[in-house]
């Protein structure tokens, strides 16, 4: 428990000269929201079938070279899975392998910090595949959208008893349109709205 506690803080030295520059402070003003898209809803079995990912500056969202994957995957999916995402099996076989695409999202993401809603799953579910794949696990900064969230109303003096911290009542109350929700891009600028509108680039 203390070792895998201790490998999530301080990822293992990233050996690969092509990764090493994931671990280099970042000092841009840019960040990347990202989400997964899975098999089954468990960070520890769910397959990866889809990640989009857009960058972000200020209140800008850079659309015009997001990232948007199907993972080539045969894997057995939840039904309710299915009715959530819509990636059928045949939508699936047609994507790009596992590799290329996190050989291609890391490429994207670089050292930039990574933000999402309830992101600890897709850093679980990335995590896997890139320590299967290159022996390391990301070491970039995360940022949770929710926990913006809670902070800005404890800001703002509003101690409600029951915040609703459901991706939909975030989105209610911060009043950001939802996009296609439970695609992977739909969820990704739904977030990147809320993102702005949490750090005061969004207006009031």
Not at 10 to 28: F, N, T, V
Not at 174 to 181: A, F, G
């Amino acid at each position: 428990m203390l070792r895998r506690w201790i490998e999530d803080r301080w990822p293992r030295q990233i050996q690969d000269e092509r990764w090493k520059h994931l671990a280099e402070s970042y000092h841009g003003e840019e960040i990347v929201v990202l989400d997964c898209e899975t098999s089954v809803f468990d960070k520890k079995k769910g397959e990866l079938l889809s990640v989009a990912a857009v960058r972000v500056k200020g209140n800008e969202i850079f659309l015009t070279d997001a990232l948007d994957i199907t993972v080539k995957s045969d894997a057995v999916t939840d039904p309710d899975a299915v009715r959530v995402h819509y990636l059928r099996r045949e939508d699936r076989m047609a994507g790009t392998p596992v590799e290329e695409a996190i050989e291609q999202l890391l490429d994207f993401i670089g050292n930039r910090p990574i933000c999402g809603f309830y992101i600890e799953y897709d850093r679980a579910i990335l995590n896997r595949y890139i320590k299967q794949i290159y022996g390391f696990k990301l070491p970039n900064r995360f940022i949770e959208v929710s926990e913006l969230y809670v902070k800005s109303k404890r800001r703002h003096h509003i101690h409600e008893v029951h915040l609703d911290l459901r991706f939909e009542g975030l989105a209610k109350d911060l009043q950001v349109p939802v996009v296609e929700r439970h695609t992977a891009m739909g969820d990704v600028i739904s977030t990147a709205l809320m993102y702005i509108k949490l750090t005061g680039f969004g207006g009031s």
